[in-house]
C-alpha cells in the first residue's frame, strides 16, 4: 500500500517515515509538511516524492499517516476521509470533541478504515499484557502514573512543541494512560462523574469509575524532575497485584504493527471511535481544572 506521510517533525521522521520505509506491504510514497522545506528534507531521506499540495498527496496514495499536532491532524483527516484514504492516525485524535467527531463522521461517511497509534496498544510487550489481564478480570482498581521531564529540564525534542506547552501532559500522555486502562477495565460510567484536580507544573491527577465496577487512577506530568520519572501502570484485583511491564523496544517497531492493523481485514480495536472517546474523556477532565 502506498502510503503519503502528512508531517515533517520528529515524531513523523523518526516513527512513522521509519516504520513505513521498513515494512514489506507498505511504500512511502510521498511526504507533506506545513513547511515545504521540511518536507523535501524527509522525502529526500527516504526515497520518497515532496508534496507541497495536500490534495496532490491524497490523489496520489493509497492511504495516509498523519503526524501532526493533534487540532491540524483532525481537518486533514476529514479531508484523507473525504478522498477515500485509510486513515493511521496519533493520539490524540484532536483536543476538541467536535474535531473528534468530524474525522469519525467522515471516516464512516466513507467506509474508510482507520488505526489511531496509541504506542503501548501496540508494543507487543505491553499489548499481550493488557489482552492478558483484559481476559483475567476481576479487577478492583487499577492506576496508571505516566511522569516525563519534558518540561523538567529534559533534553527532548518535543519540549518546544507549541501545542504540548499549550495542552501539556494531559493530551500528551493522558491518551497513552487511558489505552492501557479502558480495555482492561472498561469504559467510564460517565463524563460527569469524572474528578480532576492539577499539580505542579502541567501535572493533572484524575479519578475515574469503569463499568466493570473497577475504579481508577491516572497521574500524567511533563513537569517532573528527572529523577522522579517514570511509567507505571497497576492493577489489583482476585488475582493480585500485576503491573504493566517496563517497554523494551523503540516506538517504530510498534508503529509497524499499527501499519499491520490497518492493512488488515479485521478491525482493530484502537480506530477512530476509540480515540474520540479519549477525546471525551480528556476534555470532561480538562472542563474541571483551574485556567
Not at 477495565?185 to 493533572?204: E, K, N, Y
Not at 506530568?221 to 497485584?241: D, F, M, Q
Not at 477512530?272 to 470532561?284: D, S
Request: hydrophobic letters at 45%.
Amino acid at each position: 500500500m502506498r502510503f503519503g506521510l502528512l508531517g515533517t517533525g520528529h515524531w513523523a521522521e523518526h516513527v512513522h517515515a521509519v516504520a513505513l520505509d521498513a515494512h514489506p506491504r507498505a511504500e512511502l510514497m510521498g511526504v507533506w509538511g506545513r513547511r515545504p522545506e521540511a518536507a523535501a528534507a524527509v522525502a529526500e531521506r527516504f526515497g520518497a516524492r515532496p508534496y507541497e499540495d495536500v490534495d496532490a498527496l491524497l490523489a496520489d496514495c493509497d492511504a495516509v499517516a498523519i503526524a501532526v499536532p493533534p487540532d491540524v491532524q483532525a481537518p486533514l483527516a476529514v479531508r484523507a476521509a473525504e478522498a477515500g484514504r485509510p486513515l493511521l492516525l496519533d493520539k490524540p485524535l484532536a483536543t476538541t470533541v467536535a474535531g473528534a467527531q468530524q474525522v469519525v463522521a467522515a471516516a464512516d461517511r466513507s467506509g474508510v478504515r482507520s488505526v489511531v497509534f496509541f504506542t503501548l496498544r501496540f508494543a507487543a510487550t505491553s499489548a499481550r499484557w493488557i489482552a492478558e489481564q483484559t481476559m483475567t478480570g476481576g479487577w478492583f482498581t487499577g492506576r496508571a502514573d505516566w511522569y516525563s521531564p519534558v518540561f523538567g529540564g529534559a533534553d527532548s525534542p518535543y519540549t518546544a512543541s507549541p501545542w504540548r506547552r499549550e495542552k501539556g501532559a494531559l493530551w500528551d500522555v493522558g491518551p497513552h494512560a487511558l489505552s492501557v486502562l479502558l480495555p482492561v477495565l472498561g469504559d467510564v460510567v460517565s463524563l460527569a462523574d469524572i474528578t480532576a484536580a492539577r499539580g505542579p507544573g502541567d501535572t493533572v491527577h484524575l479519578a475515574l469509575r469503569h463499568t466493570s465496577g473497577a475504579s481508577s487512577t491516572l497521574t500524567v506530568s511533563h513537569s517532573a524532575p528527572t529523577a522522579a520519572c517514570g511509567v507505571t501502570a497497576e492493577l489489583r484485583g482476585n488475582s493480585g497485584i500485576v503491573t504493566l511491564p517496563e517497554r523494551d523496544a523503540p516506538p517504530a517497531e510498534a508503529h509497524g504493527r499499527a501499519i499491520d492493523a490497518l492493512l488488515s481485514d479485521t478491525p482493530h480495536p484502537c480506530d477512530a471511535g476509540f480515540a474520540l472517546r479519549v477525546t471525551e474523556i480528556l476534555a470532561a477532565a480538562e472542563s474541571q481544572l483551574p485556567r
